[in-house]
C-alpha cells in the first residue's frame, strides 16, 4: 500500500477476489437458513450453488445485523496494527447495519484518538457497492489520503445506477416488497418487473415489462443511457443462479457502452435471499440515482 489505511466493507460487496488487493477486507454477515445458522464458524458459508438451490426448494431463509460488538471488534483489529480505516458500508436504506458501525466508531475514536475511521453509507448493495470500493482502492494506491479519499467517494454514491429483476414476483411478496395480489397477477401475465436501488438506499421499482428478452433488452438501454458521459472501465453483473440471462445482459451492456471488463459472477446470499431465485442485477457509474 502507498498510504497506511485498510479499506473495507461488508460481505455484501460481491466483487472478485482477484480484484481484492492487500489492504482490503469484509465484515463477514451472517444468514440462517430453515434455522441452521451459517456464520463461517458455527456451520461454513454454503456455496451459491448450495444455498440458492435449497431457496428454489422453498428454504425459508433470514438475514440479520451486524452486531455493534462485531464491528467494533473488526475495526479494532486494523487500529490495533497502526492502520486507519475507511469502510463502505451496505446501504443504510437496506440495513440498520451502518447505524452499528457509527456507534462502534464513535466509541473507537475516544480510545485511538490518534487513528482514523471514515465511514461511507454507499446506499448500494452488491456490484454497487464494489463499485465504491474499486474507487476507494484506486484512490488510496494511487496516494490520496483517507479523508479526500472518503470524501471523493462519498461524492460519487449518488452515481452507482443498480437495475435489476427477479424471477420470482411472490418472493418479494414474502419479503414485504411487493403486494400479494400484484404478486400473483404480475406472475400469471408473465411480468417481469425493473427495480432500482433509489436516492435514499432503498428498494424501488422502476417499470413492468412482459417478458424476459425484452426486461433485458431494457435494462440494458435505460443503463447505457444513464451511464453516458461517465467513467467506467468495470460493469458488475450478479446473478442468482441465472447465468444465461446475466451472459445475455452482459453481451447487450458491451455492445451498447463498449465497456470491456464486465464481470459476472453469483450474488451473495445476504442479498439474494431478498431477491430470490433467477434473479439478475447490473451496475455502473451514471447520472443521479433516480428512476428518470
Same mark, same amino acid.
Do not use: W
Given at each position: 500500500m @502507498?498510504?497506511?489505511? #485498510?479499506?473495507?466493507?461488508?460481505?455484501?460487496?460481491?466483487?472478485?477476489?482477484?480484484?481484492?488487493?492487500? /489492504?482490503?477486507?469484509?465484515?463477514?454477515?451472517?444468514?440462517?437458513?430453515?434455522? *441452521?445458522?451459517?456464520?463461517?464458524?458455527? +456451520?461454513?458459508?454454503?456455496?451459491?450453488?448450495?444455498?440458492?438451490?435449497?431457496?428454489?426448494? =422453498?428454504?425459508? *431463509?433470514?438475514?440479520?445485523?451486524?452486531p455493534?460488538?462485531?464491528?467494533?471488534?473488526? #475495526?479494532?483489529?486494523?487500529?490495533?496494527?497502526?492502520?486507519?480505516?475507511?469502510?463502505?458500508?451496505?446501504s443504510? =436504506?437496506?440495513? =440498520?447495519? #451502518?447505524? +452499528?458501525?457509527?456507534?462502534?466508531?464513535?466509541?473507537?475514536?475516544?480510545?485511538?484518538?490518534?487513528?482514523?475511521?471514515?465511514?461511507?453509507?454507499?446506499?448500494?448493495?452488491?456490484?454497487?457497492?464494489g463499485? %465504491?470500493? %474499486?474507487?476507494?482502492?484506486?484512490?488510496?494506491? @494511487? /496516494?490520496?489520503?483517507?479523508?479526500?479519499?472518503?470524501?471523493?467517494?462519498?461524492?460519487?454514491?449518488?452515481?452507482?445506477?443498480?437495475?435489476?429483476?427477479?424471477?420470482?414476483?411472490?418472493?418479494?411478496?414474502?419479503?414485504?416488497?411487493?403486494?400479494?395480489?400484484?404478486?400473483?397477477m404480475?406472475? %400469471?401475465?408473465?411480468?417481469?418487473?425493473?427495480?432500482?436501488?433509489?436516492?435514499?438506499?432503498?428498494?424501488?421499482? #422502476?417499470?413492468k *415489462?412482459?417478458?424476459? @428478452?425484452?426486461?433485458?433488452?431494457?435494462?440494458?438501454? +435505460?443503463?447505457?443511457?444513464?451511464?453516458? =458521459?461517465?467513467?467506467?472501465?468495470?460493469?458488475?453483473?450478479?446473478?442468482?443462479?441465472?447465468?444465461?440471462?446475466?451472459?445475455?445482459?452482459?453481451?447487450?451492456?458491451?455492445?451498447?457502452?463498449?465497456?470491456?471488463?464486465?464481470?459476472?459472477?453469483?450474488?451473495?446470499?445476504?442479498?439474494?435471499?431478498?431477491?430470490?431465485?433467477?434473479?439478475?442485477?447490473?451496475?455502473?457509474?451514471?447520472?443521479?440515482?433516480?428512476?428518470?
Amino acid at each position: 500500500m @502507498n498510504t497506511k489505511y #485498510f479499506i473495507t466493507s461488508d460481505s455484501t460487496t460481491d466483487i472478485p477476489e482477484n480484484l481484492c488487493p492487500k /489492504g482490503y477486507d469484509t465484515i463477514k454477515m451472517t444468514y440462517v437458513l430453515d434455522g *441452521v445458522l451459517y456464520d463461517g464458524e458455527t +456451520n461454513d458459508f454454503l456455496t451459491p450453488e448450495a444455498f440458492y438451490e435449497q431457496l428454489r426448494a =422453498g428454504a425459508v *431463509v433470514s438475514t440479520s445485523l451486524v452486531p455493534e460488538q462485531t464491528a467494533l471488534e473488526f #475495526f479494532e483489529s486494523k487500529l490495533k496494527a497502526g492502520y486507519d480505516v475507511l469502510h463502505i458500508g451496505f446501504s443504510s =436504506g437496506l440495513s =440498520g447495519t #451502518f447505524d +452499528n458501525y457509527v456507534k462502534a466508531k464513535e466509541k473507537l475514536e475516544k480510545k485511538y484518538p490518534e487513528r482514523k475511521i471514515a465511514l461511507i453509507d454507499s446506499k448500494s448493495a452488491s456490484g454497487g457497492e464494489g463499485l %465504491l470500493v %474499486l474507487k476507494a482502492i484506486k484512490n488510496r494506491d @494511487n /496516494g490520496m489520503d483517507i479523508l479526500s479519499n472518503a470524501s471523493d467517494v462519498g461524492s460519487a454514491v449518488d452515481n452507482v445506477i443498480h437495475l435489476f429483476t427477479v424471477d420470482d414476483l411472490m418472493h418479494l411478496y414474502r419479503g414485504g416488497r411487493l403486494s400479494k395480489s400484484k404478486a400473483i397477477m404480475g406472475t %400469471l401475465a408473465h411480468i417481469k418487473p425493473v427495480l432500482i436501488i433509489n436516492i435514499e438506499g432503498k428498494l424501488e421499482q #422502476f417499470m413492468k *415489462v412482459s417478458g424476459n @428478452n425484452l426486461c433485458i433488452k431494457t435494462i440494458a438501454e +435505460n443503463l447505457a443511457h444513464r451511464a453516458k =458521459g461517465f467513467e467506467n472501465d468495470v460493469c458488475f453483473i450478479t446473478h442468482t443462479m441465472a447465468l444465461g440471462n446475466a451472459e445475455k445482459l452482459k453481451a447487450k451492456i458491451t455492445e451498447l457502452t463498449g465497456v470491456e471488463n464486465v464481470y459476472v459472477m453469483p450474488c451473495s446470499p445476504i442479498i439474494g435471499a431478498h431477491l430470490g431465485y433467477g434473479a439478475v442485477t447490473i451496475e455502473m457509474f451514471g447520472s443521479p440515482k433516480n428512476p428518470k
